[in-house]
């Protein structure tokens, strides 16, 4: 249930051990071009506002997020909850279409936070464990990073990056020369992008939209490990929203059903379920699933569906430098000052990583002149110069866990099918800024 990135590699993975794989999905399935050609003929101002959602068509049995015209489809609540804007897609593929491809780990202090520094929680498990993973996942999303230990992020690694780093743009290598020499140490970011031809995927380009989408398909995308999953046997079907888990008298699961694109109903039973449908929908599901073995929920005997809901709480800080930076060559993002990223000060304050955007500035600096009134050559030459000095950074901070945020069920709203809607409860973010 879900093709987003998860669904669609466990389906790729299954299909060729020679299982019968159902793939189930609430979405349409749109093509490459149809995406792109979306995204040229969008307004100024969705392009303006990185409206990354419109340019895919959405089911009417099945409706996402939007932020032009932004609509409420999780009902937010708490005193935080207007900060939450939830940017994911119900597409086959997932919202991998729209993402920049960014594939960090975790540092190995990040999964011991209370043994560390007494906040958060331990995991149960440790980096060490978990890092045979990693690199199975960076080999199936065909990832590019730095194969030098001292550009790494953690450099904890058992084995290299399947592709070399994605090459630096000037406004990388400059912004690194400035901010290296105080501390903030500025490395490549490791990406699922193609440094050379992958799988079927060609060698990037510099294209520069990754976000909304990579228009050649250099960029991993859950798209391609669902059409990889189906070439070995793998069914896939559109407009299929799940919304009845049944379980036998051993509370195992038996079999699904789903509503179709004119809520038929249907069933499939199987030997093993894999519920992939992202940290709202996932949720969602379980709860709105409840029978009467799981009143609750299922899954849900600890009460803990849905709860310690987090996200990428951060911000954006936008300058002009006082030289020329040409951001805009290459993908989406290629360097991060990760020197924030883990010290002594995390008992007090957040992490933070630092991103340097390099998505186009064109698009911006015409806004922002425009707003200055300014017309002809002065305007032309006021767009040239803040495209060439603009700087964009996105940091993003640490939340740590809390049970009382969390994904519950609406009691007044539903989808077309009559499924209630996520709603999300967002207490406190319960992250602190260090100042830098």
């Known amino acids: 249930m879900g093709s987003g990135v998860v669904g669609a590699l466990i389906a790729d993975q299954l299909a060729g051990e020679g299982h019968s794989v159902l793939v189930l999905d609430a979405g349409l ?5 149809q995406a792109v050609e979306n995204w040229r003929n969008m307004p100024f101002a969705n392009r303006a506002g990185s409206d990354f959602q419109g340019l895919y068509p959405q089911s009417k049995w099945a409706p996402a997020p939007l932020y032009w015209p932004e609509n409420n489809y999780v009902g937010l609540s708490g005193p935080d909850g207007k900060g939450f804007k939830q940017g994911y897609l119900k597409t086959v593929g997932g919202t991998t279409w729209h993402w920049a491809a960014s594939s960090w780990r975790h540092l190995p202090v990040d999964l011991k936070m209370r ?11 440790s980096y060490d464990e978990l890092e045979p993973y990693y690199v199975r996942a960076e080999e199936a999303m065909g990832a590019a990073g730095p194969n030098d230990p001292a550009l790494q992020s953690p450099s904890e690694r058992s084995k290299p990056y399947p592709m070399d780093m994605v090459p630096w743009s000037y406004g990388d290598k400059r912004f690194a020369e400035v901010v290296n ?3 903030y140490r500025s490395v490549p970011i490791p990406q699922a992008r193609s440094t050379r031809p992958w799988n079927g995927r060609p060698t990037c380009c510099g294209n520069n939209n990754c976000q909304p989408s990579c228009p050649i ?3 991993y995308n859950g798209i391609h490990s669902v059409m990889a999953a189906e070439a070995k046997g793998a069914v896939v ?14 509370n195992r699961v038996t079999a699904v059903h789903w509503y179709d694109s004119r809520h038929n109903s249907h069933r499939a039973a199987s030997e093993a379920f894999v519920i992939a449908s992202n940290s709202l929908e996932s949720p969602r599901l379980l709860l709105a699933a409840a029978n009467e073995r799981n009143p609750a929920g299922i899954a849900n005997s600890s009460d803990q569906v849905g709860r310690n809901m987090m996200d990428h709480s951060g911000f954006h800080c936008f300058f002009q430098a ?4 040409w951001i805009g060559r290459g993908p989406a993002q290629s360097s991060c000052l990760v020197g924030p990223r883990d010290g002594a000060f995390r008992s007090q304050y957040s992490a933070n990583k630092m991103i340097l955007n390099n998505i186009t500035q064109v698009t911006s600096a015409t806004s922002a002149a425009l707003k200055k009134g300014l017309v002809g050559a002065v305007l032309d030459a006021e767009i040239r110069k803040r495209t060439i000095h603009g700087v964009d950074l996105s940091i993003s901070l640490e939340p740590l866990p809390d049970p009382k945020n969390r ?7 539903a989808d077309p099918h009559g499924i209630p809607l996520p709603r999300r409860v967002l207490r406190r973010r319960r992250l602190r800024a260090q100042r830098l």
């Open 217 to 219: 398909g250099a960029m």
């Open 181 to 183: 020499a105080h501390g």
């Open 115 to 125: 043994s560390a520094y007494g906040v958060g929680r331990d995991w149960p498990i």
């Open 322 to 325: 006082d030289e020329p930076m």
């Open 407 to 413: 994904v519950t069920l609406s009691k007044t709203r």
């Open 29 to 33: 399935r749109i093509e490459r071009a």
């Open 237 to 250: 079907l559109a407009e299929a929203v799940v919304y009845r888990i049944d379980t036998d008298e051993n």
